[in-house]
């Protein structure tokens, strides 16, 4: 039985890494801990594998936890690695987008990031 085992290691890092991924954030706009001059129109997201429309979401608070994004979050059609959300006119502060995603392999993925827009002087 112990000569087998090596091959049956060996065979395990052979196998597909996609069969064990799940989506992951490779981009984001604005990007994590970003400080802005301005808010800007939308936030955009990029992930590593294609999302479920259906079953992703986004949502963007301000410090009090109050939700200020416009509510229209989609997954692009052009890309459908892409989820984005619009934003209104936002004053400084602090920001949280929350996202919450179904990858086409079945694995939901929860997380979040954050912005600032910096005070005009």
Do not use: C
């Not at 259906?54 to 509510?71: F, I, K, M, N």
């Not at 229209?72 to 059609?77: E, I, L």
């Not at 959300?85 to 995603?101: H, W």
């Not at 929860?110 to 005009?120: A, G």
């Amino acid at each position: 039985m112990r000569r087998f085992l090596p091959a049956w290691v060996l065979g395990l890092t052979l196998l597909p890494t996609s069969a064990l991924a799940h989506a992951v954030l490779v981009k984001a706009v604005p990007p994590q801990r970003a400080t802005l001059a301005e808010a800007p129109p939308r936030v955009e997201l990029w992930f590593n594998e294609r999302l479920e429309p259906a079953y992703s979401r986004a949502s963007v608070t301000d410090e009090a936890g109050a939700q200020v994004d416009l509510r229209d979050v989609v997954v692009s059609p052009e890309d459908a690695k892409r989820l984005s959300v619009s934003l209104p006119p936002l004053g400084p502060g602090r920001y949280t987008v929350r996202f919450r995603v179904l990858s086409v392999d079945g694995h939901v993925v929860e997380s979040s990031l954050t912005f600032t827009i910096r005070s005009q002087r």
